[in-house]
C-alpha cells in the first residue's frame, strides 16, 4: 500500500492543497496519512485509490476542525511561471486563488463534502461516513458549498486576454495613470490583500496608482496563478509580492495579493525566475 501511496502522492497532495489551502500543511497532511497507511491493516481494502483519498481526507478534515480561530491568511496558489504553450493548457486545470479564498471561508464538512466530490468525483456514500452524515446530508452540504463557490468572480476569458488586460493595468500602474487603470477595472472590482479588502474600481485605482514608483524599479514577471493571469515581482532579487487577477469582459473583476513574507518565502521553491 505504500507503493500505491507514492504512486497516488500528486493526486493526494492536490487534495489535501484544496482543503487547506496551504502548501507546508498539505505535506503535513501526506506525511500524517503515509504514518496511518503505514500502520493500518490494508488486507482486505479492494480500491486502494480510493481508500487513499478517505485516509487523506479525514486527516485534512481533523487539521480544519484543530484550527483556532484566527485572522484573515491568504492561501497558497499554485504558481507557473514557465511560458511553453503546454504548461499553459496544464494551468487550466489549477485552482485560482479566489476559489481557495472562497473554500476558506467554508466549515470543515463543507469543505471535505465539496471538494472530495466535485473535485475528485469521491461518491457522497463514501465521503458520509468522514462525517457522520448520511449521503443525503452530505449532498446538501456539497450543495451549499457550491453555492458559495459559484458565486465567487470567476474568468470568461481566454488566457492571451487576460494577460493583455493584465498589461495594461501594469502599463497605467507604471504611468500613474488613474483614468486608465479606471477603464481596464470592472465597477465592482474587488482587491484583497491579506485582511485587506478595497471594492469598486476608482477607489481600487486609487490604491493601485501608488504602485508607481515600486513598478518603475521592480523586476516583473507574468505567471499563471491557479490557473489565471498575473505576476510576481521582485526587488533586489527578493520575491516581493504576487499578484493574480480575474478578467471578466475584458475588465478585471478581482485583483488578489499576497505580500506576507513568511508565505512568499515558502513560494520561492515552487518559482522559476526568469534571466
Same mark, same amino acid.
Given at each position: 500500500?505504500?507503493?500505491? /501511496?507514492?504512486?497516488?502522492?500528486?493526486?493526494? +497532495?492536490?487534495i489535501?492543497?484544496r482543503?487547506l489551502?496551504?502548501?507546508?500543511?498539505?505535506?503535513?497532511?501526506?506525511?500524517?496519512?503515509?504514518?496511518?497507511?503505514?500502520?493500518?491493516?490494508?488486507?482486505?481494502?479492494?480500491?486502494?485509490?480510493a481508500?487513499?483519498?478517505?485516509?487523506?481526507?479525514?486527516?485534512?478534515?481533523?487539521?480544519? +476542525?484543530?484550527?483556532?480561530?484566527?485572522?484573515f491568511?491568504?492561501?497558497?496558489?499554485?504558481i507557473?511561471?514557465?511560458?511553453?504553450?503546454?504548461?499553459?493548457?496544464?494551468?487550466?486545470?489549477e485552482?485560482?486563488?479566489?476559489?481557495?479564498?472562497?473554500?476558506?471561508?467554508?466549515?470543515?464538512d463543507?469543505?471535505?463534502?465539496?471538494?472530495?466530490h466535485?473535485?475528485?468525483?469521491?461518491?457522497?456514500?463514501?465521503?458520509?461516513?468522514?462525517?457522520d452524515?448520511t449521503?443525503?446530508?452530505?449532498?446538501?452540504?456539497?450543495?451549499?458549498? +457550491?453555492?458559495?463557490?459559484?458565486?465567487r468572480?470567476?474568468?470568461?476569458?481566454?488566457l492571451?486576454?487576460?494577460?493583455e488586460?493584465?498589461?495594461?493595468?501594469?502599463?497605467?500602474?507604471?504611468?500613474?495613470?488613474?483614468?486608465g487603470?479606471?477603464?481596464?477595472?470592472?465597477?465592482?472590482v474587488?482587491?484583497?490583500?491579506?485582511?485587506?479588502?478595497?471594492?469598486?474600481?476608482?477607489?481600487?485605482?486609487?490604491?493601485a496608482?501608488?504602485?508607481?514608483? /515600486?513598478?518603475?524599479?521592480a523586476?516583473?514577471?507574468?505567471?499563471?496563478?491557479?490557473?489565471?493571469?498575473?505576476?510576481?515581482?521582485?526587488?533586489d532579487?527578493?520575491? /516581493?509580492?504576487?499578484?493574480? /487577477?480575474?478578467?471578466?469582459?475584458?475588465?478585471?473583476?478581482?485583483?488578489?495579493?499576497?505580500?506576507?513574507?513568511?508565505?512568499?518565502?515558502?513560494?520561492?521553491?515552487?518559482?522559476? +525566475?526568469?534571466?
Amino acid at each position: 500500500m505504500i507503493a500505491q /501511496f507514492e504512486q497516488e502522492r500528486p493526486r493526494l +497532495r492536490a487534495i489535501a492543497h484544496r482543503m487547506l489551502g496551504s502548501f507546508a500543511e498539505a505535506d503535513d497532511a501526506l506525511q500524517e496519512a503515509w504514518l496511518r497507511v503505514e500502520r493500518a491493516d490494508t488486507s482486505e481494502v479492494e480500491n486502494p485509490a480510493a481508500w487513499l483519498t478517505t485516509v487523506v481526507g479525514r486527516v485534512c478534515l481533523n487539521m480544519l +476542525r484543530d484550527r483556532r480561530e484566527h485572522a484573515f491568511e491568504m492561501p497558497d496558489p499554485v504558481i507557473d511561471t514557465r511560458e511553453e504553450p503546454e504548461q499553459q493548457a496544464v494551468a487550466k486545470d489549477e485552482v485560482g486563488l479566489a476559489m481557495l479564498i472562497v473554500l476558506d471561508t467554508l466549515k470543515p464538512d463543507e469543505r471535505l463534502a465539496f471538494v472530495l466530490h466535485d473535485m475528485f468525483a469521491v461518491p457522497f456514500d463514501d465521503i458520509a461516513p468522514l462525517i457522520d452524515k448520511t449521503p443525503t446530508a452530505t449532498r446538501q452540504l456539497a450543495s451549499r458549498a +457550491r453555492k458559495r463557490v459559484q458565486d465567487r468572480p470567476q474568468p470568461n476569458v481566454d488566457l492571451p486576454k487576460q494577460r493583455e488586460v493584465v498589461q495594461a493595468f501594469l502599463k497605467a500602474s507604471k504611468e500613474g495613470d488613474l483614468e486608465g487603470l479606471v477603464s481596464v477595472l470592472h465597477p465592482d472590482v474587488v482587491l484583497r490583500a491579506g485582511a485587506l479588502e478595497v471594492i469598486g474600481g476608482r477607489t481600487v485605482a486609487g490604491r493601485a496608482s501608488t504602485f508607481r514608483k /515600486f513598478a518603475t524599479t521592480a523586476e516583473v514577471q507574468f505567471a499563471l496563478i491557479g490557473g489565471e493571469a498575473g505576476f510576481v515581482s521582485w526587488v533586489d532579487g527578493v520575491l /516581493f509580492s504576487v499578484m493574480a /487577477f480575474t478578467v471578466r469582459d475584458g475588465q478585471i473583476a478581482a485583483i488578489h495579493v499576497i505580500q506576507d513574507k513568511e508565505q512568499l518565502a515558502a513560494l520561492v521553491p515552487r518559482l522559476t +525566475r526568469k534571466g
